[in-house]
């Protein structure tokens, strides 16, 4: 029987998943007898490999460029934070919001989103490479740990939210109806269908948007420290320029890096607390009673105020030029993903080159398997791992 602590349970919303209520595993399982189904999930995550490389990935900068930047690691969990104080203000699950914050990112390639369009690039004629998608993978198929499965064998809610966690896949409400649902998605609800036309919960909901916060706020940080732009830049910045103006108003003479902290810590405050004011006028003017409810809704249950998304908009609009398409960051990423190519390439044409574990599942040259098993091995890997193959192939003095 699971050990469900009252605290836990009985201050949950009606609209939150409930934990004894969960769909279950793909492959039944004894339950625990310590941890409820989404404790138990959570626990699977953080013990993958996969969990652990995020400390060598990318977020913006690569590894070797500094040690104060945010890698995946530290951004997942800053998400699971912001995910679990709005979750437990809104009644919602907070294991289950924590450990889809945790997995967001596991099937991010290195470098980055350069590295992942490098694979989107050489993957073209093989149906694509999509992070969530990759991500599915990893929880589903690529870590291997049990003796009775592959994957970690999570729950259908875990599962749900991380395919899910954007919006509809399918259908009407469909968030991006321009793009195909990537196959391993496709194939993977053939076995476990997790219902692509309709929305998440309302915790996948809230890891969604602590993503938004998280990401928003420490690359105004990250891209401060690096000196990629400066506190004068973000002045007609909406929200952001009027904050960083009011904690040096309120402290003359501040120094710099604490008026950074003090900034950006206020700034989470308040998109937090938005989410939360907007959330609590959706659930009174919706009215959910179950989680299938949120699942059926037309619209996020979760969201921004109309407001705070024009900020989030506008925030995003100066990071782009100013951050991410930097002349300094544009150098490092345009090195990476060459770096990506040059692998892919190499083992694709020739996978005897591959690791044995990974060799025995390619099928031949240039083929369609042996492209998703080099897509598999290549988005497993670190900056660093990526950066030392890519010396051992290439590198006629180093040793394979």
């Known amino acids: 029987m699971i050990a469900e602590p009252p605290s836990r349970t009985s201050v949950l919303a009606c609209y939150a998943c409930r934990p004894d209520r969960s769909r279950g595993r793909l492959h039944a399982e004894p339950e625990s007898g310590t941890r409820t189904p989404f404790q138990r999930d959570r626990d699977r995550i953080i013990h993958s490999a996969a969990f652990r490389r995020l400390q060598y990935k990318t977020q913006v900068f690569v590894y070797h460029e500094g040690d104060n930047f945010r890698t995946r690691l530290t951004h997942s969990l800053e998400v699971a934070q912001i995910a679990r104080s709005i979750a437990r203000v809104l009644g919602l699950d907070e294991d289950l919001a924590e450990g889809l914050a945790l997995a967001h990112d596991l099937g991010h390639t290195p470098f980055g989103h350069a590295g992942e369009e490098a694979l989107q690039e050489m993957l073209t004629a093989h149906g694509g490479f999509d992070h969530n998608a990759q991500s599915l993978r990893v929880v589903t198929r690529l870590e291997r740990r049990y003796i009775q499965f592959d994957g970690l064998n999570l729950t259908w809610e875990t599962l749900e939210g ?113 989410c939360i004011a907007e959330t609590r006028e959706r659930i009174a003017a919706l009215k959910p009673e179950t989680a299938a409810d949120v699942r059926r809704l037309d619209r996020p249950l979760v969201s921004f105020s109309e407001g705070m998304r024009a900020n989030d908009a506008a925030l995003k609009g100066f990071l782009f030029p100013n951050m991410y398409r930097h002349f300094m960051v544009n150098r490092m990423t345009s090195k990476a993903r060459r770096v990506v190519k040059d692998l892919f390439a190499l083992l694709h044409a020739e996978p005897e080159c591959l690791p044995p574990e990974w060799r025995r599942l390619s099928d031949g040259s240039g083929t369609p398997k042996t492209a998703r098993v080099v897509a598999d091995y290549i988005a497993g890997m670190t900056d660093r791992f990526a950066l030392d193959e890519h010396r051992r192939l290439f590198d006629m003095q180093e040793k394979p």
Do not use: W
């Not at 195909?180 to 076995?191: K, N, T, W």
């Not at 476990?192 to 809230?206: G, K, M």
């Not at 998280?214 to 420290?225: C, E, K, S, T, V």
């Open 162 to 274: 991380l395919v899910k966690h954007n919006g509809p896949m399918t259908g009407p409400l469909a968030v991006r109806k321009e793009r195909p649902v990537p196959g391993a998605i496709l194939e993977y609800c053939q076995r476990h269908d997790l219902e692509l036309a309709t929305f998440a919960s309302a915790e996948a909901q809230v890891a969604a948007l602590s993503d938004d916060i998280a990401y928003n706020n420490h690359d105004i940080d990250d891209g401060l420290r690096a000196g990629l732009f400066s506190i004068e830049d973000l002045a007609e910045v909406p929200l952001v320029g009027p904050m960083f103006k009011a904690v040096a108003d309120e402290n003359p003479g501040i120094d710099r890096s604490l008026h950074i902290h003090e900034t950006v810590r206020r700034l989470i405050g308040a998109m937090i607390l938005d």
